[in-house]
């Protein structure tokens, strides 16, 4: 997507010149409908990227989640939601909490080897990241620091009751949880974070990028 935006910006600076000085010239020779054309042809061309773009994007975010939880699925408005101030490489904090969607329960409350082995699968921009598949809680001691760090805002955020109701689901049977994570050393730096809580009906997304 981002590459699909810098082609544009390219265009758009290659471009700018020579519409400059037609758009002087119109205007100078008093030819009014053809710089009516002039301003209205790039508009129209913008909002078709702008559409094409969101479109891309919608589309995207749909496989997304389907890659997470081998179902196709719509999230509806969070419950909670809280996102901390990010950095400009994207440091931060969120946690985000829905409403069980039925998708998601049919496809946990069937629960398969496909879904136990082969997800989540990560996405293209955590290609250097590693990951867990989705496991039963409660969850294996083996986690301990990515759990930590999934429910660890060094931003401040106050969100300790939060974090003692995911601990509470985590440690529970019923529950299942997966993640990616990076781990340049002994010590986890990032981590994405999944919970899909069937006794409870919700599902957790967190994310913290250090």
């Known amino acids: 997507m981002n590459l699909l935006w810098l082609i544009v910006l390219l265009g758009a600076l290659v471009g700018v010149i ?17 710089l009516r054309k002039l301003v209205l042809i790039p508009l129209l061309g913008f909002g078709l990227f702008l559409g094409a773009n969101a479109a891309v994007r919608h589309f995207s975010y749909r496989e997304y989640l389907a890659n997470l939880f081998d179902t196709k699925v719509a999230l509806g408005k969070p419950v909670f939601a809280y996102d901390s101030e990010r950095s400009f490489n994207g440091d931060g904090y969120s946690i985000t909490v829905y409403e069980l969607p039925d998708p998601i329960r049919q496809r946990f409350s069937s629960a398969d080897e496909r879904l136990l082995s082969e997800f989540p699968k990560r996405p293209g921009y955590r290609k250097h990241w590693q990951s867990e598949s989705w496991r039963r809680t409660p969850f294996e001691a083996r986690f301990a620091r990515e759990v930590d760090m999934a429910l660890n805002d060094l931003r401040g955020g106050d ?17 299942y949880y997966a993640f990616f994570y990076k781990k340049p050393g002994d010590y986890v730096a990032n981590v994405d974070f999944y919970i899909v809580d069937l006794p409870g009906n919700r599902l ?5 990028n250090t």
């Not at 020579?18 to 053809?34: E, H, M, N, S």
């Not at 957790?204 to 913290?208: D, E, G, L, M, Q």
Request: aromatic share 12%; charged share 30%; proline share 5%.
């Open 204 to 208: 957790y997304i967190i994310n913290h």
């Open 159 to 175: 969100l300790k009751t939060r974090f003692a109701e995911v601990r509470e689901t985590l440690s529970k049977e019923g529950a």
């Open 18 to 34: 020579p519409f400059l000085f037609a758009l002087v010239r119109t205007i100078r020779g008093k030819q009014w409908p053809r």
